[in-house]
């Protein structure tokens, strides 16, 4: 059974910087595409972004240019640095990634941007 741990969450004021990590385990396959998730109070949950095996990259056109997501093939790692947050992007953000045709998701870390 794939796990995906988030970590990096927390409070930060506008403008601020953030950096969420995903780390998998118990996959016997790779896991392509590595993405992040976003869900706001009243919203529905929109993809942020998504990085392939090959290293593409696909952003959400609000984060396109503040976010970056990266990836370690070899530690089956996924991050996502988040600069000049706003109070818009508030919300539990979900690492997710496909193995074997199958997605799975961590369990989300909160992002609260505010003063």
């Known amino acids: 059974q794939v796990q995906l741990v988030e970590s990096g969450g927390g409070l930060v004021q506008p403008g601020g910087s953030l950096n969420l990590s995903c780390a998998a385990s118990?996959?016997?396959?790779?896991?392509?595409?590595m993405e992040w998730y976003r869900q706001a109070p009243g919203k529905e949950r929109e993809l942020v972004a998504s990085?392939?095996?090959?290293?593409?990259?696909i952003y959400a056109h609000s984060v396109n240019g503040r976010f970056a997501i990266s990836r370690d093939n070899a530690k089956i790692t996924w991050n996502l640095q988040m600069n000049s947050l706003r109070r818009d992007d508030t919300a539990v953000y979900y690492c997710?990634?496909?193995?074997?045709?199958?997605?799975?998701w961590g369990q989300g870390t909160q992002v609260t941007v505010s003063s």
């Open positions: 990085i392939t095996r090959g290293g593409s990259t």
């Open positions: 997710s990634g496909v193995s074997a045709s199958v997605r799975y």
């Open positions: 118990g996959s016997r396959f790779s896991i392509n595409p």
